[in-house]
């Protein structure tokens, strides 16, 4: 029983001491392996292309929370993707800058300041922006929480739509959350059902001059609808971490569009120590045949 490490060089030393200090074997990089039986589980960000060497392979754990990058796997291969509260504070942290930026005019100040022009401009009480998010996973609970706490009038989009941290809508209630969401964030997983889910129709049913900020994975967004959305003034301005593509090129429009700030997919980045404490208890779960901890459902992609 070994893992197989496969992620960045820098987070090696860290998940060495981890998995020494537990007694469970791991191999750093496929050039070290030796006896592919001897692994049982692989993180990586993206899996080594023949997967079929591996003849006891149990697991596969993405680094990272997102798994929309990984091939299907084997069939009795499990799909782990990292649970870390760092990821989870990361993007929250991430969201609340965004959304603070847009709803305290940031872009346009910016704009202002390239141009040395002192103006000011009305500034609204939280309170009377109605936050909506679609995607209320742990991550989105999390940011929830936090816009709450800073007095935003939030609402969240789930499946069931179960109120539970703050008011929600379910899913076939999209409408009605998208009509009162004056700030759009987007936490969603990729999935077919969620791919282009930001576009010309979900765009037009926002209030007119809504803001969008976007931290879920590029090929949720239409940027054509975007930008026809920008120009349209349907939408005001926008924050987005992930595009498609990434990266994005030098000379794409949003870079040049003083309403639109784009971070290069940096909202959160996974600690070497929580990663590794991850990857141990799914190698403690595969030893002990209990649940694999972060397991994607395969139906539902996330
Ligand atoms: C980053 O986007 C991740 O999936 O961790």
């Given at each position: 029983m070994a893992l197989l490490f496969t992620s960045t060089p820098d987070r090696r030393p860290v998940w060495q001491s981890l998995f020494e200090a537990e007694g469970i074997p791991i191999i750093s990089g496929?050039?070290?392996?030796?006896?592919?039986?001897?692994?049982?589980a692989i993180a990586c960000w993206v899996p080594p292309?023949?997967?079929?060497?591996?003849?006891?392979?149990?697991a596969v754990i993405s680094?990272?929370?997102?798994?929309?990058?990984l091939p299907p796997l084997p069939a009795g291969v499990a799909l782990s993707r990292t649970l870390a509260p760092g990821i989870e504070a990361m993007v929250r942290d991430w969201v609340v800058m965004a959304t603070l930026t847009l709803h305290r005019d940031l872009p346009r100040y910016l704009e202002q300041g390239r141009a040395g022009t002192w103006q000011s401009h009305p500034v609204a009480l939280a309170g009377s922006r109605r936050v909506g998010i679609l995607g209320m996973g742990r991550i989105g609970t999390l940011a929830a929480l936090s816009l709450q706490a800073l007095g935003f009038d939030v609402a969240g989009l789930s499946?069931?739509?179960?109120?539970?941290a703050v008011p929600m809508f379910a899913a076939s209630d999209m409408e009605r959350f998208l009509a009162r969401s004056d700030l759009l964030i987007c936490l969603l997983p990729l999935t077919p059902e969620t791919r282009?889910?930001?576009?010309v129709k979900t765009l037009s049913a926002l209030p007119r001059g809504a803001c969008l900020v976007h931290a879920?994975?590029?090929?949720?967004?239409d940027t054509v609808a975007l930008r026809d959305a920008l120009k349209s003034g349907q939408i005001s301005a926008a924050m987005l971490d992930?595009?498609?593509?990434?990266?994005?090129?030098?000379?794409?429009?949003m870079w040049q569009d003083p309403r639109v700030i784009v971070t290069p997919h940096v909202a959160a980045q996974t600690d070497a120590t929580e990663g590794a404490r991850h990857a141990l208890s799914v190698m403690r779960a595969l030893r002990d045949g209990t649940q694999v901890p972060g397991l994607v459902d395969p139906v539902r992609g996330y």
């Open positions: 496929e050039d070290a392996v030796t006896d592919p039986a001897e692994v049982t292309a023949d997967l079929s060497r591996y003849s006891n392979l149990r680094v990272g929370a997102g798994v929309d990058h499946r069931s739509g179960v109120d539970g282009g889910i930001l576009n879920g994975r590029g090929a949720h967004l992930v595009t498609n593509p990434e990266p994005l090129p030098a000379d794409h429009w």
